[in-house]
């Protein structure tokens, strides 16, 4: 069902966001974001953020992420418990609400199509 197959990829998506961030936090609390040569390749990454790149981005959401570990203080935070928690809860929110959104969205249009096809006979 529709239903299954969006709970299904809610979950995958959540799974990767879940991964995406646990990586920052343990890259943080071993002391990478300190390390210039790292913080430099966090700035080369940022091409991604060319149309031209982006648009192979699974997952586009990453780049608002990289924008904010360009600035020392987010870096500096993460090291936090408590604060690399909390961004991640954040950012699960902001999935969920977005996947409901879409499906809502891709509903409406179904049903809009479904209409105008019974009221084209």
């Given at each position: 069902?529709?239903?299954g197959v969006t709970n299904h990829s809610l979950r995958i998506g959540l799974t990767y966001r879940f991964s995406?961030?646990?990586c920052f936090s343990v890259l943080a609390q071993r002391g990478y974001f300190k390390d210039k040569a790292?913080?430099?390749y966090l700035k080369?990454?940022?091409y991604w953020k060319d149309p031209e790149y982006a648009k192979y981005l699974k997952y586009p959401q990453c780049l608002?992420?990289?924008e904010l570990l360009q600035y020392e203080h987010f870096r500096k935070e993460l090291v936090?418990?408590?604060c690399a928690k909390f961004i991640d809860?954040?950012?699960i929110l902001h999935w969920q609400h977005y996947s409901r959104k879409r499906m809502r969205l891709q509903q409406a249009l179904a049903?809009?199509?479904q209409q105008n096809n019974t009221s084209g006979k």
């Open positions: 069902s529709a239903a995406f961030f646990k790292f913080v430099n080369y990454l940022l608002h992420m990289l936090n418990a408590q809860e954040q950012q049903e809009q199509q």
